[in-house]
């Protein structure tokens, strides 16, 4: 079994800096593209950034004021978020894509973590 835990959400002024964590655990052999997407109530979620082993991607949205990166010896993505703006409020989500000890290579997704930024 693998999965997938998130921290580090919360309430947050304008402005202001988060940092999300999600650590995977399991019976990982190997882990490609982790990423965070979020969503509010009555929208798609959507993607916010990538990181595979050499590059990352982020939404128009939030480049320039949001980071990602990884600790592969840790199994764990960040998304470090500063310059928050009202606009940022969802829960976010972290999704990767493992291979596990069958070889079996899936999605797996975290149980979500609530930001909300206040104006």
């Avoid at 079994?1 to 399991?26: F, H, K, M, W």
Wanted: net charge positive.
């Amino acid at each position: 079994q693998v999965q997938l835990v998130e921290s580090g959400g919360g309430l947050v002024q304008a402005g202001g800096s988060l940092r999300l964590s999600c650590a995977a655990s399991g019976s990982i052999v190997k882990i490609n593209d982790m990423g965070w997407y979020r969503q509010t109530p009555g929208k798609q979620r959507e993607l916010v950034a990538v990181i595979s082993a050499r590059t990352t991607n982020y939404a128009d949205s939030v480049k320039g004021r949001f980071t990602i990166s990884r600790d592969n010896a840790k199994n764990t993505v960040y998304l470090q978020m500063n310059s928050l703006k009202p606009e940022d409020t969802a829960d976010y989500y972290c999704n990767a894509e493992i291979v596990d000890f069958t070889w079996r290579r899936s999605d797996y997704w975290g149980q979500g973590t609530q930001v909300t930024v206040s104006s």
